[in-house]
């Protein structure tokens, strides 16, 4: 399983840019990357995937590097509610064992 | 899409007593189904996966038991309770495919959660 490093914390200003960074070194060629973040007290919630190009969805930007080693979340005018614990993940193609989740990144939106 | 439902929403249980959590998922046929443990402050941790009726996969070894008895109904469950069983229990589904459970997913398929069970052990 190809594993993931995220930083430990971050803080970002209310109205900014929130970039988060993931590296995945060992990721494989058929292997995509996915982002999901957790509010307190509720289930992750899905915010993007990719598996070479950059994606753009309502919530957030997603952009790998071209080696695939690593790829960072945007989020592109951060808001309060997005405070939350922020999840890169590298998907296992293994039948029925999807999901790794690892400690994420702990993202403070300060007002 | 899919839309997972979990029950009980908050539990306190003493040592030693029974467990069961359901979860079941509407919208999609043929579905992955996962249970996992997040402890307070920590990671997900996968307990168990189904891929269909009957067919229970274990990652950890423990004191828990999974059961799919329905398609779209996956259950946990414990005969005796431990105090390092309290934490989120989360239930998430990968949409089913066509072709039943013999289809392996692709890498494309997102894992989506329940609103997770909250379990306290006295």
């Known amino acids: 399983d190809a594993k993931t490093t995220q930083p430990t914390s971050m803080d970002c200003a209310e109205g900014r840019a929130a970039n988060l960074p993931c590296n995945h070194s060992?990721?494989?060629?058929?292997?995509?990357v996915y982002w999901y973040r957790q509010i307190h007290s509720q289930g992750p919630q899905y915010i993007i995937h990719?598996?070479?190009n950059n994606e753009t969805n309502e919530m957030a930007s997603l952009i790998i590097t071209e080696d695939r080693k690593s790829s960072t979340l945007i989020l592109p005018h951060a808001t309060l509610r997005d405070t939350a614990v922020y999840y890169c993940?590298?998907?296992?193609?293994?039948?029925?064992?999807?999901?790794?989740f690892g400690p994420g990144t702990r993202l403070s939106v300060l007002p | 899409s899919q839309t997972i439902h979990q029950w009980p929403a908050t539990l306190v249980q003493p040592v030693g007593s029974p467990l069961s959590l359901e979860c079941t998922v509407e919208?999609?046929?043929?579905?992955?189904l996962y249970w996992y443990r997040q402890a307070a402050g920590r990671g997900l941790q996968l307990l168990f996966y189904?891929?269909?009726?009957?067919?229970i996969s274990s990652e950890v070894p423990q004191n828990l038991s999974a059961s799919r008895p329905q398609d779209r109904q996956f259950i946990l469950s414990s005969k005796k309770l431990l105090l390092s069983d309290s934490g989120f229990y989360l239930c998430?589904?990968?949409?089913?495919?066509?072709?039943?459970?013999?289809?392996?997913?692709?890498?494309?398929?997102?894992?989506?959660f329940g609103p997770g069970t909250r379990l306290t052990v006295l």
């Open positions: 919208g999609t046929s043929n579905p992955n």
């Open positions: 060992t990721i494989s060629g058929n292997e995509y």
């Open positions: 990719g598996l070479k």
């Open positions: 189904s891929v269909g009726i009957g067919q």
């Open positions: 993940i590298v998907r296992v193609d293994n039948y029925g064992q999807n999901f790794v």
């Open positions: 998430a589904c990968i949409r089913g495919l066509a072709g039943g459970p013999q289809i392996r997913s692709t890498g494309r398929d997102t894992q989506y």
